[in-house]
């Protein structure tokens, strides 16, 4: 199972950028995904995350501005970022809780990609 993501890059202030978070291998089924971010000397975070029923929760900072998405047939989760401001300056990772199978069962994880920085500019 591997969590693919893009669409970072550097951006000014006020604009705006999407990520994309494509799960591979062989998932049965993901039950969410979502992006944590961690700006520069700080913890991680949680950023936005959406359930299989569509369900979404965003962190204060990011609501209003962004929007998170999920593409069932792609198994790929986007993050629409609006209105981007300097602290929004971090390395973006995007997770899944998935189940996956093998030729001996199913199995049921937790996954995160590889960050993906987001540089914003004032």
């Known amino acids: 199972v591997q969590l693919q993501a893009s669409g970072g890059g550097l951006v000014q202030a006020g604009g705006s950028l999407r990520l994309s978070c494509a799960a591979s291998g062989n998932i049965v089924s993901i039950s969410s995904m979502g992006w944590h971010r961690q700006p520069p000397g700080k913890q991680r975070e949680l950023v936005a995350a959406i359930g299989s029923g569509m369900s979404t929760n965003y962190a204060d900072s990011v609501k209003g501005r962004f929007t998170i998405s999920y593409d069932n047939a792609k198994k790929t989760a986007y993050l629409q970022m609006n209105s981007l401001k300097p602290e929004d300056t971090a390395v973006y990772y995007c997770?899944?809780?998935?189940?996956?199978?093998?030729?001996?069962?199913?199995?049921?994880?937790?996954?995160w990609g590889e960050g993906t920085l987001v540089t914003v500019s004032s």
């Open positions: 997770n899944a809780d998935l189940v996956y199978s093998d030729s001996e069962g199913y199995y049921g994880n937790h996954y």
